[in-house]
């Protein structure tokens, strides 16, 4: 049972359009959401995070969007780059506001995001 | 600043054969992590400790076990190495600053078994 879901396995972009990559949850207890983009033989890089008391998080060309009612995030990159060609993964965790919390991450499949020049 | 480190980078075993795979970080992380990342999947949790001395099962733990004996190490063990457990092996680590804090990754280990 997926409790993290995207459902677009690729996506292909023109170098300074948006990026739209989409991701859904099934469980109502999580409460921090990340962002994640992986080169190929590295290690996921941190992109950007948001808690579930926000509904937006923006940290220069990326902005995350949370709707907590349809149990969605979407991460939005303006304007996309080649170098931004990558797999990006969604995950998530629950608790994160409790004390001594362990942020155990549930992850999405991934999008593989192209980026054509 | 080296972060997190992972040895070896590739491995092939044969069925049945052990090893031990390394995880370090230079951080004074307190909480690290071991997840799996088969073709096409996410990364699965293996196993976590919070701290020296502590760990405990993830999603997938059959198979595999860890210890922690130094805040820096936090090595995971194959025993009987199978075919299913050919994977790449992520080690991850975050501080303990609050629960909103992203973990950071190593670059993985590429594990075949034959």
């Known amino acids: 049972d997926q409790q993290v879901k995207q459902n677009s396995p690729s996506l292909s972009v023109q170098e300074g359009r948006i990026s739209i990559l989409n991701c859904d949850y099934t469980?109502?207890?999580?409460?921090?959401f990340l962002w994640y983009k992986k080169y190929p033989a590295e290690g996921p890089t941190f992109l950007i995070s948001?808690?579930?008391?926000?509904d937006k998080n923006e940290d220069g060309r990326f902005t995350v969007f949370l709707n907590k009612s349809a149990k969605h995030l979407s991460l939005h990159i303006v304007p996309s780059q080649p170098g931004d060609s990558a797999v990006y993964f969604c995950?998530?965790?629950?608790?994160?506001?409790?004390?001594?919390?362990?942020?155990?991450?549930?992850f999405g499949t991934g999008t593989l995001l192209a980026v054509q020049p | 600043n080296a972060g997190v480190t992972q040895t070896p980078k590739f491995r092939i075993l044969k069925i049945g054969q052990s090893m031990t795979l390394q995880c370090t970080q230079d951080?004074?992380?307190?909480?690290m992590y071991w997840y799996r990342q088969d073709p096409g999947m996410g990364l699965k949790l293996i196993y976590y400790?919070?701290?020296?001395?502590?760990?405990d099962k993830g999603e997938v733990p059959n198979g595999y076990n860890v210890s922690r004996s130094t805040t820096e190490d936090f090595p995971l063990r194959l025993e009987l190495a199978a075919p299913s457990q050919t994977s790449v092996y992520f080690c991850?680590?975050?501080?303990?600053?609050?629960?909103?804090?992203?973990?950071?990754f190593g670059d993985g280990t590429r594990l075949s078994i034959l």
């Open positions: 400790s919070v701290g020296a001395g502590i760990t």
């Open positions: 948001i808690s579930s008391i926000k």
């Open positions: 951080m004074n992380h307190n909480y």
């Open positions: 469980n109502s207890m999580f409460d921090y």
């Open positions: 995950a998530a965790s629950e608790g994160v506001r409790v004390r001594g919390a362990t942020n155990k991450l549930i």
């Open positions: 991850a680590s975050r501080s303990p600053s609050g629960g909103n804090q992203p973990q950071h």
